[in-house]
């Protein structure tokens, strides 16, 4: 029982974890297109 809820436990931080690395990054992209969005309304 205590190595099911173990197994359990893990697997829920596992989805937890790659679902965190996929916002960040998504957050990356978006602050990259932003950055340039600014940079090349700056410069026009």
Not at 19 to 32: D, G, Y
């Amino acid at each position: 029982m205590l190595g099911a809820l173990a197994k359990e436990h893990h697997a829920k931080q596992v989805v937890r974890k790659e679902l965190q690395e996929k916002r960040k990054s998504e957050a990356l992209v978006a602050a990259n297109n932003f950055t340039q969005a600014i940079v090349g309304h700056l410069n026009t």
